[in-house]
């Protein structure tokens, strides 16, 4: 039997994702449920975390299960992920074994693990967790690559939430924002996606062509739109992409053509601020509301006053990361 694993939504037909969301939802109405009884899972953080720590942690708690939590590097042997290479320098060992001894023990494993904004050629593999999915005999799951599905499945639920369960005929705005660094992709490619699986009019509105996604996610898009309805445009122009909104989905990233060489984007970056979130562009939508995945520096990416509105639904999300967790862990142990 193919082990299934949950790297990417793409990989899930609609039907599946809506039975994780009816999961989720029933695990948010009730925290019963002892699917993890007697099962553990391991969480591999190759990179910070608050919330996907926090919500799979308790979540695995509430289910009757238990997490192992490891940063592989830090509290945890260094790992190596080339195949065939000569381990002479500071991994201590490989994937290969990581992979397979977790699997002994655990019946989850949960993987974080940041391109490392050097090459995006490189990053674009996503090397990190297909590793793990070769290796392990147990199911894996992404915490955060160069996508975040887990994300996708709360940011649905909390728009489900709000407008109900068809979201078709919503425009959907997926705005860059700025931010001091160079930041991940993956929040912003599973937008894309899930946005368009939904059926919703999405405009991705980022400052120059320099900023629209890689070419993977803007085909998966448009293919989704084939499918399921809606419509993909991108946009420069924040005046025009607010109007009319219905969600407004913030998310700061660098360009992926100054992958590298990151001093040369800067200025671009710097001289696009006035993307932020405020008050005067919600006011163009259609009473929409405005999400992020969080972390946000406020005042930066999304004013106070943004931040601090009904409008905003950025908390439930984050609680929903809980919920809807709980419902792919249940399902991959099933
Ligand atoms: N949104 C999200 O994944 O939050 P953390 O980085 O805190 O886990």
């Given at each position: 039997m193919t082990l299934r694993h949950f790297?990417?939504?793409?990989?899930?037909s609609r039907a599946d994702l809506d039975a994780l969301l009816d999961q989720a939802a029933a695990f948010k109405r009730?925290?019963?449920?002892?699917?993890?009884?007697g099962k553990s899972i391991a969480l591999l953080f190759f990179n910070p975390s608050m919330r996907t720590r926090t919500s799979f942690e308790l979540g695995a708690f509430q289910l009757g299960g238990h997490a192992v939590v490891l940063a592989p590097g830090k509290d945890a042997w260094p790992i190596e992920f080339d195949v065939?290479?000569?381990?002479?320098?500071?991994?201590?060992?490989?994937v290969a074994e990581v992979a397979r001894v977790l699997s002994r023990y655990v019946d989850l494993i949960a993987v974080r693990a940041f391109p490392k904004f050097q090459d995006w050629s490189i990053d674009r593999q996503d090397r990190v967790i297909h590793a793990f999915a070769k290796y392990a005999t147990v199911p894996v799951i992404n915490?955060?690559?160069?996508?975040?599905p887990c994300q996708e499945l709360a940011h649905i639920q909390a728009l489900q939430e709000r407008f109900g369960r068809d979201l078709h005929g919503k425009k959907y705005v997926l705005t860059w924002t700025y931010h001091p660094r160079p930041l991940n992709t993956a929040v912003a490619n599973s937008a894309l996606q899930i946005a368009t699986r939904y059926g919703m009019d999405v405009t991705l509105l980022c400052?120059?062509?320099?900023?629209?996604?890689?070419s993977r996610y803007m085909d998966f898009a448009r293919a989704n739109v084939a499918e399921n309805g809606g419509s993909l445009t991108i946009s420069h122009d924040p005046q025009s992409a607010y109007r009319g909104a219905h969600v407004v989905y913030a998310k700061s990233w660098g360009a992926l053509p100054y992958f590298g060489r990151w001093a040369d984007e800067k200025p671009i970056r710097d001289a696009h601020k006035h993307f932020i979130v405020d008050e005067a562009k919600m006011a163009l939508t259609d009473h929409g509301v405005f999400s992020h995945c969080l972390p946000l520096r406020r005042n930066v990416k999304a004013t106070d006053a943004v931040m601090d509105?009904?409008?905003?639904?950025a908390i439930d999300e984050a609680e929903n990361r809980l919920h809807v967790q709980k419902a792919v862990m249940a399902a991959l142990v099933s």
């Open positions: 790297l990417s939504t793409q990989d899930w009730s925290k019963a449920g002892r699917q993890l009884e065939g290479s000569v381990m002479d320098g500071e991994t201590e060992e490989h915490m955060e690559t160069i996508t975040h400052p120059t062509p320099e900023y629209v996604l890689d509105s009904p409008a905003c639904i």
